[in-house]
């Protein structure tokens, strides 16, 4: 089966990579920063607005593909300070409810630009 590359309407054009990927079944969909469709940074400083932006993300390149959450297998999450983290588990509490993924949590020293607390990647299944 072929694969998909896609950068769905209603995310920010990325540069050098595609947001999502389809290859058979799985979906890969590329690490997630708090980013506007016009891709202005949505809630500088502010880790609560970025998360829940980066879940609207998420659910935008699922959907590109006919996919949820509830198909999400794994996730991979970067903050770069652990005050970041109650506001990832919030907005994660919000959009993931059941059938939850496997997660990775990692704390690092800084993400591609300074302005930018948190990223989450993700892979899915929808066999």
């Known amino acids: 089966m072929p694969k998909q590359h896609l950068n769905p309407s209603g995310m920010n054009m990325p540069t050098g990579y595609s947001h999502v990927v389809k290859a058979g079944d ?3 969909i590329a690490g997630q920063v708090a980013r506007a469709p016009d891709g202005s940074l949505v809630g ?3 880790p609560t607005a970025q ?5 609207k ?3 935008t390149a699922l959907a590109s593909v006919g996919a949820t959450f509830r198909d999400l297998v794994k996730t ?7 005050d970041c983290i109650d506001a990832v588990r919030a907005a994660r ?3 993931l409810v059941d059938e939850l993924p496997a997660s990775t949590l990692i704390v690092v020293s800084s993400l591609a630009l300074p302005e930018i607390l948190l990223e989450i990647e993700a ?5």
Request: hydrophobic share 35%; no cysteine; proline share 3%.
């Open 57 to 59: 993300n998420l659910q």
């Open 51 to 55: 998360a829940e932006q980066v879940y």
């Open 123 to 127: 892979v899915a299944y929808v066999g």
């Open 26 to 28: 799985t979906i890969y």
């Open 76 to 82: 991979t999450t970067y903050v770069v300070s652990p």
């Open 93 to 95: 509490l919000k959009y």
């Open 44 to 46: 500088k400083d502010d």
